[in-house]
């Protein structure tokens, strides 16, 4: 016999990547999951680390999602506050667009 009950997800951490595992099983139809996020807030790494300095090691374009580009970087290695604040791609494109508020 067959187990046909449905998958369910647990998703650890509302950063760039559990974000995106939460878009992508949304738009496979998967509605069985669930975003466990230890702060008040999305983010990860980039909520958590605050040293002074704190830059992106990658240019900032290629830091975004291809569904939610973000035309609006301030410069090539975007600083900690261009990710996180509200206009970033991770919230605007995502947390807040495409995926219900992370638990």
Request: aromatic share 10%; proline share 7%.
């Amino acid at each position: 016999m067959i187990d046909r009950r449905p998958l369910r997800f647990a998703i650890l951490g509302a950063g760039m990547a559990g974000l995106l595992s939460a878009v992508r099983l949304k738009e496979a139809g998967e509605a069985h999951f669930t975003v466990y996020e230890k702060g008040d807030k999305v983010g990860g790494t980039w909520r958590e680390n605050r040293y002074p300095g704190l830059t992106c090691d990658v240019p900032s374009h290629s830091y975004t999602y291809s569904f939610a580009p973000n035309p609006d970087w301030s410069r090539r290695a975007a600083a900690r506050f261009n990710v996180t604040s509200s206009r970033s791609p991770i919230v605007t494109g995502c947390a807040s667009t495409y995926a219900s508020t992370p638990r």
